[in-house]
């Protein structure tokens, strides 16, 4: 079974999409090179409460596990 980590990931496009992932108190600010690779309901479909696009500036609300979660995809970059 994929973790969270993982599943958000797969929402973002996959690792290679991802340019910068930071965790910020409840949310994953991340940049993306291709927002339209971004995929909404796999977000929250892997937990997340929200997401918010800006251009190629991704909010994901996760809730408080999100500077964990932002260290597990920093692994995996």
Avoid: F
């Amino acid at each position: 079974m994929a973790s969270k980590a993982e599943k958000i990931v797969a929402g973002l496009g996959g690792i290679e999409n991802i340019v910068e992932v930071e965790g910020c108190i409840t949310r994953l600010r991340t940049e993306v090179e291709d927002a339209s690779k971004v995929d909404e309901a796999a977000l929250k479909a892997a937990g997340a409460h929200g997401v918010v696009k800006m251009g190629n500036a991704i909010q994901v609300v996760i809730g408080t596990d999100a500077d964990p979660i932002a260290a597990d995809i920093e692994d995996m970059m």
